[in-house]
Nanobody, 120 residues
Framework: QVQLVESGGGLVQTGGSLRLSCVAS????????MSWYRQAPGKQRESVAA???????NYTDSVKGRFTISGDFGKKTVYLQMNNLNPADTAVYYC??????????????WGQGTQVTVSS
């Protein structure tokens, strides 16, 4: 089973920055993509950013120009650099990874989440 562990969340003031990390472990033959989601209080989980193993990335409109996703798939790691944070970014951030544990078996795994709180 593929396990994901997020880190880097915390409390930051409006306009500040945080860098989230997600490290995967377990049997991983190939990644298709790694991504970040977030869930704010009282809201449904939404996608934030994703990157394929080929280096193609995409972002939700609300974070474009502020957040940058990057991956080091050799280290089984994905990052989310978050700049110019505002209170609307407050949420639990979750890492997701999908790919193959071997040539014939796919996986789709989630981390436990890391809290990001942006104060006014």
């Amino acid at each position: 089973q593929v396990q994901l562990v997020e880190s880097g969340g915390g409390l930051v003031q409006t306009g500040g920055s945080l860098r989230l990390s997600c490290v995967a472990s377990g049997r991983i033959f190939r990644f298709n993509a790694m991504s970040w989601y977030r869930q704010a209080p009282g809201k449904q989980r939404e996608s934030v950013a994703a990157i394929t193993s080929g280096g193609i990335s995409n972002y939700t409109d609300s974070v474009k120009g502020r957040f940058t996703i990057s991956g080091d798939f050799g280290k089984k790691t994905v990052y989310l650099q978050m700049n110019n944070l505002n209170p609307a970014d407050t949420a639990v951030y979750y890492c997701n990874a999908e790919g193959y544990t071997n040539y014939w078996k796919s996986f789709n795994s989630w981390g436990q989440g890391t809290q990001v709180t942006v104060s006014s």
